[in-house]
């Protein structure tokens, strides 16, 4: 079964850091782009990065931009997201999304809760 | 970065159509921003409908279909079934580099 399974959220304080890390199975990484995705729940998605298939290229939205950073671990089948410098507007269920073009598949997110 | 708009919400009945729409403030949507369209039911993740403006992957119902629209990304249910109640966003890639989501269209079959 194809799967993207998202781990690494929790509660945290303001400045603080978190490890979000998306692993899949059921199907390789390996070749593709792929993406990180956050939505408040009760509100609408917001695109947060993206990476290219070896990790040589990644963009970030304007908001994350100089605090987030996307890699990769393509043995491990594995995507990561370091949250650095946290604000309470990061507050969200982080979603990964991939592989490539087609965003076939989506998990089921991982919560990140930012407060003191 | 543009701005992405969608309806807020649309009403359509059971076996009917619908057409939900998404633009650009940049001007006109192109198969160059590889329009996303995307469902998502309460409490659950989103599922992609439709890729690369006008792909449907083969598990999603041959209803669902997209296109571009005068100037803009559009998604068309025909036949819509009370499962088809949904949350549906769309999103536009820019320059390769950044994609930008709508805020959604609350759907209701009704």
């Known amino acids: 079964e194809v799967q993207l399974v998202e781990s690494g959220g929790g509660l945290v304080q303001p400045g603080g850091s978190l490890r979000l890390s998306c692993a899949a199975s059921g199907f390789t990484l390996t070749g593709y782009w792929m993406y990180w995705v956050r939505q408040v729940p009760g509100k609408g998605l917001v695109w947060v990065s993206r990476i290219n298939s070896d990790g040589s290229s990644t963009s970030y939205a304007d908001s994350v931009k100089g605090r987030f950073t996307i890699s990769r671990d393509n043995a491990k089948n594995t995507l990561y997201l370091q949250m650095n410098s946290l604000r309470p507007e990061d507050t969200a269920l982080y979603y990964c999304?991939?592989?490539?073009?087609?965003?076939?598949?989506w998990g089921q997110g991982t919560l990140v809760t930012v407060s003191s | 970065q543009a701005v992405v708009t969608q309806e807020p919400s649309l009403t359509v009945s059971p076996g009917g159509t619908v057409t939900l729409t998404c633009g650009s403030s940049g001007g006109a949507v192109t198969s160059g921003h590889y329009a996303y369209w995307f469902q998502q039911k309460p409490g659950q993740a989103p599922r992609t409908l439709i890729f690369d403006t006008i792909n449907r992957h083969f598990w999603i119902p041959g209803r669902f279909s997209g296109s571009l629209l005068g100037g803009k990304a559009a998604l068309t249910l025909s036949g819509a079934q009370p499962e088809d109640e949904a949350d549906y966003y769309c999103?536009?890639?820019?320059?390769?580099?950044?994609?930008?989501f709508g805020g959604g269209t609350k759907l209701t079959v009704l």
């Open positions: 999103s536009l890639s820019y320059n390769g580099v950044y994609v930008v």
């Open positions: 999304a991939g592989p490539g073009g087609s965003w076939a598949h």
